[in-house]
């Protein structure tokens, strides 16, 4: 039995995490992605088999793409507002962590501060937050801006934003509310704290019209893995989601981003390391890599075209197909995400057709993709663990229902009879399920401040 405790997650899908998993669905059923029945029924089910938490992502546009190519995809096209979703989550479930993302260069501190503070109460501390700087193009123009900013200044700006965030949550000491009948004093003023901050991006004087929650404020993940990505992780993340096409790959991020942490004065175990991960089953790993075949073949040329470019920033439309993609038509940086920029730009060095990379992505849209069966799963998951390339997955159904009891049916239990994941929920709230410790006030032990 291993004493540390792999952390498990599964993303919120309304088809599956393959691009083409709507079509591999039942002609007949109703539209999941704006049905919260649908979502409960996947939280729950994740409950059962005891996972951490569920995780929505989200871009607060719908993708960059001419609209012959987005109307083929169901991806990011219809979906619920994140701190809604999980508020709906968190009332049908009682011990998983309901996590979603929100977009730091489009929102305001404040707004953050109080959704997620809110959820985090109505949750009973089960809350958390994915910091994302937002890499899509067409979510500027929802905010009246004309393109993205520049990649560094947005993480200047995610950086500052959760300096705000947290002195927000931190605007109450726990025990404020004293509700003193006698002196007719229901707060003591002496234990609220006026953040008064005056930076580059936002001027914020506070304070939050809200209490600490039961873990002291929500858990915050992060997903960039870019130079800037890291030092906001290193800095202010409890969580990070990496998108690792190998071990290698994922071992060196992670002693890059944990050696990062003893200069911000923080231990190696208050960051855990979390690797996308879809899963697909079979009896053998024949079916599941058959399995993952049937859905692929489904994917628009349109679609498969729409992603790559979008990802490398560059005009694919006279690419064929079936052919490489010109060295001439990548660019030396891109100022969207860097991390899919990389992966991408190495499959193109290495000779792979358009196809073959969009299929690729279409697969493993968050990390990497394992088929095989339940055993051989777990062990890949189990090498990376013990091997250091992650402190645990982001798990994702390749289509959802159909894979989601690969998942939680299958692999969870074969990984608790190896003793990597827990065998009942330890704690009240997503804090302590992970082994972190509640966020301590910046005020503690100050008086007045
Ligand atoms: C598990 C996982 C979840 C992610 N969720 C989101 C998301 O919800 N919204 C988003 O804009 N990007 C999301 N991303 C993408 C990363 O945040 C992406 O790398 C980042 O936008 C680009 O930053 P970079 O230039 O530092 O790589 C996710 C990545 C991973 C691995």
């Not at 508020?87 to 953050?112: D, F, Q, R």
């Not at 899919?340 to 060095?349: A, D, N, S, T």
């Not at 994941?421 to 009240?428: M, P, S």
């Amino acid at each position: 039995m291993t004493s540390r405790q792999m952390v498990t997650s599964l993303i919120l899908d309304a088809f599956g995490g393959h691009q083409a998993a709507w079509l591999t669905a039942p002609r007949s059923s109703a539209n999941p992605s704006t049905d919260i029945a649908h979502f409960v029924d996947i939280a729950q089910r994740a409950e059962k088999a005891k996972l951490d938490f569920v995780f929505v992502a989200d871009f607060p546009a719908i993708p960059d793409g001419s609209l012959e190519q987005l109307s083929r995809s169901a991806v990011s096209m219809s979906v619920l507002e994140p701190a809604t979703l999980l508020t709906a989550l968190a009332m049908s479930t009682k011990h998983i962590g309901v996590l979603g993302t929100a977009s730091t260069s489009y929102y305001e501190p404040y707004n953050v501060a109080r959704l997620w503070g809110s959820l985090d109460h109505i949750s009973g501390g089960r809350a958390g937050l994915n910091v994302v700087t937002t890499r899509s193009r067409s979510a500027s123009f929802n905010f009246g801006k004309d393109d993205l900013d520049e990649h560094d200044t947005r993480y200047e700006r995610a950086d500052e934003f959760v300096e705000v965030l947290n002195g927000l949550w931190d605007s109450w000491d726990d025990d404020a509310f004293i509700r003193d009948y006698d002196e007719v004093r229901f707060f003591d003023p002496t234990k609220l704290h006026t953040l008064d901050h005056k930076g580059k991006f936002f001027n914020v004087r506070g304070p939050l019209n809200l209490s600490r929650s039961a873990q002291g404020r929500p858990v915050i993940s992060q997903a960039g893995g870019s130079e800037a990505g890291k030092e906001l992780a290193a800095k202010t993340a409890d969580v990070v989601f990496i998108n690792a096409p190998t071990l290698e790959f994922a071992q060196n991020f992670y002693a890059d981003l944990k050696g990062r942490l003893a200069k911000f004065g923080r231990q190696q175990d208050e960051l855990k390391i979390v690797s996308g991960l879809t899963i697909v089953t079979g009896s053998t790993q024949e079916e599941a890599e058959r399995r993952t075949a049937d859905v692929s073949r489904h994917i628009h040329p349109e679609i498969g075209r729409q992603m790559i470019s979008g990802v490398l920033d560059t005009d694919l439309s006279d690419v064929d197909y079936d052919s490489r993609i010109p060295q001439s038509k990548i660019l030396d940086n891109v100022n969207k995400g860097q991390t899919y920029f990389g992966l991408i730009r190495k499959f193109v060095e290495e000779g792979r057709t358009l196809r073959e990379i969009a299929a690729h992505f279409a697969e493993a849209r968050v990390g990497s993709i394992v088929k095989g069966t339940p055993e051989q799963i777990a062990d890949k998951m189990q090498a990376w663990f013990e091997a250091r390339g992650s402190d645990g997955f982001m798990m994702r159904a390749m289509t959802v229902p159909g894979n989601l009891d690969d998942i939680c049916e299958e692999v969870i239990p074969e990984l608790r009879r190896r003793g990597l994941v827990r065998t009942e929920y330890t704690g009240d709230t997503l804090r302590e399920n992970l082994g972190l410790d509640v966020a301590p006030s910046r005020y503690l032990g100050r008086i007045g401040a």
